[in-house]
């Protein structure tokens, strides 16, 4: 078996498993992925306007791991990207030697999570009896809220056959418009970045007085902008009074 | 490094980083502009009654200010899913990593702490 074929039947297995003791096999995680890597890691969200980057893995050498998502990303790939940080994180990717293909591992272990091997199966029957190829993994793709491209790659990896339906992302979109499908929410990004384990550290060390409202307000700033600016409007006015009393 | 040799480094950037000139930081704590030029380049050590002083100009806590964030840095270990492709994108990389620096600095002193 070459190194890809092994990362993948490796992952395959670990995620069957990672389901029974996580979910079950009969339903779709979908956003639900984010808590399950939040109960693992302190995930991060962050806004940056770059295509090519997904999002980081960060680890201590104290043990403390942190996933960082780019929510420049469509929904469906966010949460794709979170089920892929997850292999990084399971104790199945730390027993693999140095040679293991990690990257592939993670990829196939975040569509076995993502598109139970059993759900699709019983789905791919039943809509194929009812709409077309294209429609049937567009609704698929929207209950699973992967990826459509996942969606093909994955009924492939379970030996259904597919032609003519290989597209990208954003062709997939169109996709949608000539089948007369509304738009769906998973398509578009949702803007926002959050740091909430930094939040209560800064928190605790201001109520500690560690650090002042000021230095709190700097460091929030960009997680946080709301609790920031109540933060400085408290120190503005804090000093302000001082002063009022000092003259 | 030494706390001294950090402290002038992250003040340097910091002025670099904000526009702001020796001038501003001497007028900020109230002492010479030569002696700002003294304190950065380090011919004459910074006092240690500076650094809170330092630290509140800077928007930073006391441990920022003087904690060696280079040490930090190489005990992360880093990895991109994707590339960062341009240059704001590498920075808000870097600024993430920043932060989690940071809230592991914080964390310990909480630790330490209780």
């Keep these: 078996m070459d190194r890809k074929k092994q990362a993948e039947a490796i992952a395959e297995a ?30 991060i969200y962050q806004y940056v306007e770059d295509p090519t980057y997904y999002g980081a893995a960060v680890s201590h050498e104290s043990g403390a791991q942190f996933i960082a998502l780019n929510t420049f990303h469509p929904l469906r790939v966010r949460y794709f990207t979170a089920a892929h940080e997850l292999w990084h994180l399971s104790e199945a990717s730390q027993l693999q030697d140095e040679d293991f293909d990690h990257e592939r591992a993670a990829d196939r272990f975040a569509a076995a999570i993502m598109l139970p091997k059993a759900i699709m199966k019983d789905l791919w029957l039943q809509f194929k009896k009812l709409y077309e190829p294209k429609e049937a993994i567009i609704l698929i793709a929207d209950f699973s809220e992967v990826p459509y491209e996942a969606v093909v790659r994955r009924l492939k990896e379970l030996g259904i056959s597919l032609i003519g339906v290989s597209f990208t992302e954003e062709e997939w979109k169109n996709e949608r418009v000539k089948l007369d499908l509304s738009e769906s929410t998973l398509d578009f990004p949702q803007p926002f970045e959050r740091f909430t384990a930094y939040e209560h550290v800064v928190e605790d060390a201001l109520e500690k007085g560690v650090v002042d409202s000021l230095a709190a307000s700097h460091k929030l700033k960009k997680y946080n902008s709301q609790l920031a600016k109540k933060l400085q409007e408290q120190e503005m006015k804090r000093v302000a009074e001082e002063e009022q009393h000092e003259t | 490094m030494r706390t001294n040799e950090v402290v002038i480094e992250k003040v340097k950037i910091w002025l670099q980083e904000n526009g702001k000139s020796h001038q501003w930081l001497a007028e900020e704590l109230n002492i010479s502009k030569a002696l700002v030029g003294h304190m950065l380049s380090g011919n004459r050590t910074i006092q240690p009654k500076r650094i809170p002083e330092l630290a509140k100009v800077l928007g930073l806590s006391v441990n920022e200010l003087m904690e060696d964030s280079s040490l930090n840095s190489k005990r992360l270990v880093v990895q991109l899913r994707g590339t960062t492709s341009n240059r704001r994108s590498k920075q808000e990389v870097e600024e993430l990593l920043f932060a989690i620096e940071d809230y592991l600095g914080l964390k310990r002193g909480q630790k330490n702490g209780s």
């Design chain 1, 14 to 43: 670990f995620a069957a498993d990672f389901l029974e003791e996580t979910t079950a096999n009969a339903i779709f995680i979908g956003s639900h992925i984010e808590r399950i890597l939040a109960s693992k890691a302190k995930v």
